[in-house]
T-cell receptor
């Protein structure tokens, strides 16, 4: 297993800018989810992709969008950044194999909006 | 909708003492339950999971958890903690949607601090 890799690890952006965060999932994991974790909080679900289609979305505005690619990588895009978007963004992948239900998380991207 | 309540935001304990981190969930259907650990400035690491079968689940680092359906609880325990167990612990729940896992619902986390 190669694990889940996220890039970059840290990022500083200015309010109003756009940002793209990247995630490389484990081989064979056809489901990827993105979470936002504000300081001192539990992770909040942004959206989930299954076989390159969005199949679930949390309470986040449309300026949060994503893509999943055939090579198991994915992106999270955030437009018109706001100060409250400052958080740790976590990518998680999974496979639905009966004995392997569960998510593997990456180490996250720490986004700071100034 | 599912929800998770972690009853203690902070749990201080001395090294080699036992510890229990409490987690209750609400759901009208069968769920899958997880405990994750997060060390400072890192992502989430899976400690253990309950999918079905035996209600006592053993995980990594000597942790175990017991699923109690009647009390809708999934408390995490360790008989003797180490300083290295100091971290944030998250309880989470999800459903199986067809052949894929649904979203994870997380609790707010419990900060476990182990003192020498």
């Amino acid at each position: 297993e190669t694990g889940v890799t996220q890039s970059p690890t840290h990022l500083i952006k200015t309010r109003g800018q756009q940002v793209t965060l990247r995630c490389s999932s484990q081989s064979g994991h056809n489901t990827v989810s993105w979470y936002q974790q504000a300081l001192g909080q539990g992770p909040q679900f942004i959206f989930q992709y299954y076989r390159e289609e969005e199949n679930g979305r949390g309470n986040f505005p449309p300026r949060f969008s994503g893509l999943q690619f055939p090579n198991y990588s994915s992106e999270l895009n955030v437009n018109a950044l706001e100060l409250d978007d400052s958080a740790l963004y976590l990518c998680a992948s999974s496979t639905a194999g009966v004995s392997n239900y569960g998510y593997t998380f990456g180490s996250g991207t720490r986004l700071t909006v100034v | 909708a599912q929800s998770v309540t972690q009853l203690d935001s902070q749990v201080p304990v001395f090294e080699e003492a036992p510890v229990e981190l409490r987690c209750n969930y609400s759901s009208s259907v069968s769920v899958y339950l997880f405990w994750y650990v997060q060390y400072p400035n890192q992502g989430l690491q899976l400690l253990l999971k309950y999918l079905s079968g035996s209600t006592l689940v053993k995980g990594i680092n000597g942790f175990e958890a017991e699923f109690n359906k009647s009390q809708t609880s999934f408390h995490l325990r360790k008989p003797s903690v180490h300083i290295s167990d100091t971290a944030e612990y998250f309880c989470a729940v999800t459903l199986l949607r067809g052949s894929t896992l649904g979203r994870l619902y997380f609790g707010r986390g419990t900060q476990l601090t182990v003192w020498p």
